[in-house]
């Protein structure tokens, strides 16, 4: 059984394979007009100023006009700005991510813009907040050793170990 397409693979029983068929010739378009002659350096200019020929001003195609913007969810925004200004503070960062949450989700319902911003404030609240309280975490383990150790009975012994000893 031959295949008629003329992308079948070539059968060597049916040795003249099927042309496809050329498209329509279409016509060929009309010759564009002749710009009219622009002045020369030298002719007198008429008393009204220069006037562009009619033909310069042929009417185009108005082509479709830009889609309205789309609006960017402040709270985004706002989730960003507050977890990266928690790298400075580390206090803003869990209110970025939780902002950044809710962003997300009214960007989901509303058909807004700023998905990007609210995904940086989530990130980037969630791993400072994380390491804000690894570093609690740290100073509480270190207090209960201090503690554990006798470091807080003589109030002269901690002071020895905040500050330098003298010479003398």
């Known amino acids: 059984m031959t295949d008629p397409s003329p992308y079948a693979p070539w059968d060597p029983n049916n040795p003249a394979p099927v042309q496809p068929s050329t498209p329509p010739a279409y016509p060929q378009p009309a010759a564009y007009p002749q710009p009219a002659a622009y002045p020369q350096p030298g002719d007198a200019y008429p008393a009204g100023g220069y006037v562009a020929p009619a033909a310069a001003y042929q009417p185009g195609y108005a082509g479709y006009p830009y889609p309205p913007p789309v609006k960017t969810n402040t709270l985004a925004i706002a989730a960003m700005i507050c977890s990266l200004a928690g790298i400075a503070t580390c206090i803003s960062a869990p209110v970025g ?72």
């Not at 989530?122 to 006798?150: E, K, M, N, S």
Request: net charge positive; proline share 3%.
């Open 97 to 168: 991510a939780i902002l950044g949450h809710i962003a997300r989700k009214q960007i989901r319902e509303r058909g807004e813009a700023g998905g990007g911003m609210a995904l940086t404030g989530i990130i980037v609240g969630w791993i400072l907040t994380a390491g804000l309280l690894a570093y609690i975490a740290f100073v509480v383990i270190a207090i209960i050793l201090a503690a554990r150790d006798g470091a807080f009975e003589d109030p002269y012994a901690m002071m020895g170990l905040l500050l330098p000893r003298s010479i003398g």
